[in-house]
C-alpha cells in the first residue's frame, strides 16, 4: 500500500518547547517527493517544504527542520522553541498517482 | 501569494440540487486541482486537470465532474448534492511537471453544507 501516516492526531505544548511532528509513509517507487503543509486556524493551506528522494540532507528553516529518513521511510518536523502563531494543523503529503495526505497533526502552542 | 480565489467562499444548498463551484487564476499554471477536507482524512483529491479540456479522476471523483474551457478556471459541478457532500473543498495550482512532482498552492476554500 501507498500512504502516508501521521499518528499524532493532537499535540500540546506550552510555549517554548520544542515539538517534533512525525510523518512516516509508505511508498514502492524510488523516486518520490514529499511535502509539509500547514493550515493555520484562518484555514488556509501554507506550503512549507519540499524534499525529494535523493536528498537526505536535513533542512532548516529558521525555527523549522526536517529529518528525512529514507531507511525508516520518515519525514519529521521539528520545530524549536515553540510559539503560539505555530499552532495550526500541519500535513505531511506524498504525491504517487496522485496527492495523498496524511490526516494531518493538530499543534496546540500554549502561551 | 498565488493569485487563486474561489467561489462562493460559503454556500449552503438542499439534497438534490445541483453545485457548482468556481476556481479561478491568474498565475497561467497548467495544473488545476480540486480536493475536498473532511475530518480524520486529511484531504482527498477529487479530479485534476493538466490543460485545457484535460481532466482526471482522483481518489474520490465519484458524485463529482470538472470541466476547463479555459487555462484560468476550473469548475467543480456536483450535480446532485448529497449530505455526504458537504464538506470544505479546496482548489490548488502548480506548474512544471504535475501532480507528482510540483508543490501545489491552495485557494482560500469553500465551505459546502448539503442539508
Known amino acids: 500500500a501507498q500512504k502516508v501516516t501521521q499518528a499524532q492526531t493532537e499535540i500540546s505544548v506550552v510555549e517554548k518547547e520544542d515539538v517534533t511532528l512525525d510523518c512516516v509513509y509508505e511508498t514502492r517507487d524510488t523516486t518520490y517527493y514529499l511535502f509539509w503543509y500547514k493550515q493555520p486556524p484562518s484555514g488556509e493551506l501554507v506550503f512549507l517544504i519540499r524534499?525529494?528522494?535523493?536528498?537526505?540532507q536535513n533542512e532548516i528553516s529558521g525555527r523549522y527542520s526536517w529529518n528525512f529518513q529514507k531507511s525508516t521511510s520518515s519525514f519529521n518536523f521539528t520545530i524549536t522553541a515553540s510559539q503560539v502563531v505555530d499552532s495550526a494543523v500541519y500535513f505531511c503529503a506524498l504525491p504517487l498517482d496522485d496527492m495523498r495526505f496524511g490526516a494531518g497533526t493538530r499543534l496546540t502552542v500554549k502561551p | 501569494d498565488a493569485g487563486i480565489t474561489q467561489s462562493p467562499r460559503h454556500k449552503v444548498t438542499e439534497t438534490g440540487t445541483p453545485v457548482t463551484l468556481r476556481c479561478h487564476q491568474t498565475?497561467?499554471?497548467?495544473?488545476m486541482y480540486w480536493y475536498r477536507q473532511d475530518p480524520g482524512h486529511g484531504l482527498r483529491l477529487i479530479h485534476y486537470?493538466?490543460?485545457?479540456?484535460?481532466?482526471d479522476k482522483g481518489e474520490v471523483s465519484d458524485g463529482y465532474s470538472v470541466s476547463r474551457s479555459k487555462t484560468e478556471d476550473f469548475l467543480l459541478t456536483l450535480e446532485s448534492a448529497t449530505s455526504s457532500q458537504t464538506s470544505v473543498y479546496f482548489c490548488a495550482i502548480s506548474d512544471h511537471r504535475g501532480p507528482i512532482t510540483d508543490t501545489q498552492y491552495f485557494g482560500p476554500g469553500t465551505r459546502l453544507t448539503v442539508l
Open positions: 524534499r525529494n528522494s535523493f536528498d537526505e
Open positions: 498565475e497561467n499554471h497548467r495544473y
Open positions: 486537470s493538466y490543460g485545457v479540456k484535460d481532466t
